[in-house]
């Protein structure tokens, strides 16, 4: 450890402001000292890696890893590995943030790097699956195709999904990274070229309610974060119908099935709900996903992706386990809206989602409705 960086470690706890020390570290960075950061994030995780995550840390951590994660040289982006793979910071979720940032700051024949080093399994795995949403190639990468054809990870829970955008997922809405933070999209609400629809309450067909625990996370699986990191609230149901339901139909259904996001929805608080595509349920989805709401981060891209998939294959009503070309035909085959209502379950702050599906048979209506707020 050099003087100076010792001198960093000891006087951190007491700073009141760290932008000093991230603007010297900035310029070194700037001049190629990218070894210096290196140094520095290992050196602070090995003092303070596991004493709380005093805010001191965090923030001069966090802005270590952004600038080597998001600013393109090999040399970055060897000491951006160099920093994750510390014993006192490793983790899943710092796996899951840091595959985001490199997918969107450096090249995938650079990345490679990643598959051939220290590098953990999870970091790979994540790594190729944020590589993939950006319309990568990853099989024909060198240094990455071998591992992300191979058999041996299979198992891991990412294993499962193709390493190829399918024609519903289109083009995903990723973030864009800053040394000060980040920005995406927020998809969120009935589609804007779908036919609207304002109703009131009318009589339908009855429903009986078919609802299970596990029906319910898998539906809920996108936007869970949520409600287990931040302040949301989900509800995810599905109703067996008696007859066949006409999809003009579904917003009055959806006002008969004694959904509590939708009591109280009437005259005063009418019911807004439009047809849309199911790439656009997906987009939403993962966007919920991977994003996070109000007080929260997401799971980032591949777990969003992940999220979105479980999520849309449920509403469908694929079974549990589905590959992914089927969960798209099965969906493209349901009707799908996205609603609102101005009822007080709805925070009606920026994190508002109803997503409704009916089956290809007219038979099956599943529900999805979250919301969120600061």
């Known amino acids: 450890m050099t003087d100076r960086i010792h001198e960093i470690v000891t006087d951190l706890p007491g700073l009141e402001d760290v932008t000093g020390v991230c603007a010297m570290v900035d310029e070194r960075v700037a001049k190629g000292d990218a070894a210096f950061a290196g140094d520095l994030g290992v050196a602070l995780a090995g003092a303070f890696g596991t004493a709380g995550r005093m805010w001191q ?113 289109g083009t995903p809405d990723l973030p ?71 999809a003009e139909a579904v917003p009055d259904a959806l006002l008969t099935l004694g959904l509590e996001c939708l009591r109280g929805a009437g005259r005063k608080a009418p019911l807004s709900a439009s047809t849309q595509a199911p790439d656009r349920a997906w987009r939403v989805l993962f966007a919920a996903a991977s994003t996070g709401g109000a007080y929260n981060s997401g799971c980032h891209g591949a777990y969003g992706r992940l999220a979105a998939w479980r999520s849309l294959a449920a509403l469908a009503g694929s079974p549990e386990g589905s590959a992914t070309a089927d969960v798209e035909a099965r969906a493209r085959g349901c009707v799908w809206y996205g609603f609102e209502a101005g009822t007080t379950w709805f925070e009606q702050v920026a994190w508002d989602i109803g997503i409704a599906a009916l089956s290809a048979d007219r038979r099956r209506l599943a529900v999805l409705a979250a919301t969120d707020t600061d």
């Open 57 to 169: 840390f965090s923030s001069v951590f966090d802005h270590l890893l952004r600038l080597l994660a998001t600013t393109t040289g090999t040399g970055n982006l060897t000491q951006a590995l160099r920093l994750v793979a510390s014993d006192a910071v490793a983790h899943r979720q710092l796996d899951r943030y840091t595959a985001s940032l490199l997918a969107s700051g450096h090249a995938a024949t650079d990345l490679a790097e990643a598959f051939t080093g220290r590098a953990s399994e999870e970091l790979r795995a994540c790594l190729v699956h944020e590589l993939v949403l950006r319309g990568v190639a990853v099989g024909d990468v060198p240094g990455i195709a071998r591992w992300a054809s191979s058999a041996h990870w299979r198992h891991h829970p990412l294993g499962g999904l193709p390493l190829t955008l399918s024609d519903l997922e």
């Open 176 to 246: 864009s990274y800053t040394l000060s933070g980040g920005g995406y999209a927020m998809p969120y609400g009935p589609s804007e070229d779908g036919e609207r629809t304002m109703t009131t309450a009318a009589c339908v067909s009855s429903a009986e309610e078919s609802t299970t625990p596990a029906s319910a996370r898998a539906m809920g699986a996108a936007v869970a974060n949520w409600a287990e990191e931040s302040n949301g609230r989900v509800e995810a149901r599905v109703f067996d119908l008696a007859g066949p339901l006409g």
